[in-house]
């Protein structure tokens, strides 16, 4: 691996952070705050929240199995992937590779950063090859995107060929695991300590079901952190967010509970799909969704969707012709699209 001095951005290296009020105190015991202009009003609102959200991380370490110095938290993951372009690779001269199709953001994110995207196509099962994943790099490629299981497709990439990646590659693999809480496999966070290039990236947007307050995690080597944690708005967490972040950590059971009702139904809805004549194929899934290949996915969308049923329609998107992305929603939700789509001619 090259060093991480040599794969940051050199400004982003040498810079020196912004240093907040609440950054400058720091430890001591206070009750007196006339440092950072706020009203003192309005309690607890009036007040910056911290920057750091010490006490989420602390309670997060525990439940993810890292270190708290491992963790950033973003305004979404979109935070996290972001940091990764501005903080790692040069506009106009650096590239990365990733796997196709995946997750859209990583494209559009290295497109506003003016970085080189590199897709390369999974096979026909969305299987990655290490090998073509690692032909493609040259020595500006600064990182490698793997999306497991991938959006998508739903699959998740081979574990061998991951690894072979991972070791194989002298940047950073950021591998985006937003719907490991659906998969049985094992985190990849957890490999962090014999992995230091790999970034893992975690979501309260999917099993944690907190889309709405945009809370994302990255989790690394605590150097790697401190780079996104140097670049980041000082305040990037909001105190309304970080308060029910903790709301929600106080009762993980209750995310185990969604999770398992979700991955019954999901099997409800995957052998129902397969029964109906407009649905040709179901890939196999480790997530909240599956992909369905149908005989006309942009007319079966129009139809849904005038029956006020929303779904993904990737028709579009290089190996998904005709296939509409399927999110598993509640028992009642379910039961409406598959009355639907059993009501379609
Ligand atoms: C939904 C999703 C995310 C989550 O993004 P947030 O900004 O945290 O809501 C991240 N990665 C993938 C692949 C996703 O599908």
């Known amino acids: 691996m090259k060093t991480l001095k040599e794969l940051a951005r050199p400004n982003i290296w040498n810079l020196a952070p ?3 009020a609440r950054n400058e105190y720091s430890g001591h015991a206070a009750h007196v705050f006339l440092d950072a202009n706020e009203n003192p009003y309005n309690a607890p609102l009036n007040r910056y929240p911290d920057p750091l959200q010490t006490e989420i991380k602390e309670i997060l370490a525990k439940v993810k199995g890292v270190g708290a110095e491992q963790i950033f938290l973003g305004n979404g993951s979109d935070e996290a992937i972001d940091l990764v372009y501005r903080c790692f690779t040069r506009p106009g001269r650096d590239n990365v590779v990733a796997i196709e199709p995946t997750y859209g953001m990583y494209k559009v994110c290295a497109d506003i950063n ?3 995207y590199r897709p390369v196509l999974l096979d026909e099962n969305f299987g990655m090859s290490a090998d073509k994943m690692l032909a493609a790099c040259d020595r500006n490629t600064k990182v490698i995107w793997i999306c497991s299981p991938n959006n998508p497709t739903g699959n998740s990439i081979d574990r061998k060929e991951m690894m072979k990646v991972i070791d194989g590659f002298d940047g950073l693999v950021v591998v985006d695991e937003a ?20 970034i893992v990236l975690n979501t309260f947007s999917k099993a944690w079901g907190c889309a709405a307050i945009r809370l994302g995690m990255a989790f690394a080597h605590a150097d790697i952190i401190g780079l996104f944690n140097k670049v980041k708005y000082p305040y990037n967490i909001n105190l309304l967010t970080q308060q029910q972040a903790l709301e929600t950590l106080k009762d993980p059971y209750e ?7 979700l991955l ?22 480790d997530a909240n969704f599956f992909l369905a290949r149908m005989t006309d996915a942009q007319v079966i969308y129009d139809y849904l969707v005038n029956n006020g049923i929303i779904v993904r329609n990737r028709t579009r998107v290089q190996l998904c012709n005709n296939c509409l992305r399927i999110t598993v929603g509640s028992k ?3 039961n409406e699209l598959l009355a639907a789509l059993r009501q379609y001619r």
Do not use: Q
């Open 18 to 20: 912004y240093s907040s």
């Open 264 to 285: 019954l139904e999901r099997g409800r809805m995957i052998e129902a799909f397969k029964l109906l004549p407009i649905c040709k194929h179901v890939y196999p899934t």
């Open 114 to 116: 003016d970085v080189e």
């Open 332 to 334: 009642s939700e379910n």
């Open 255 to 261: 995310v185990d509970k969604w999770v398992k009702m």
């Open 179 to 198: 719907y490991s809480d659906f998969s049985s496999a094992s985190p990849m966070r957890l490999r962090l300590a014999s992995h230091p290039n790999m």
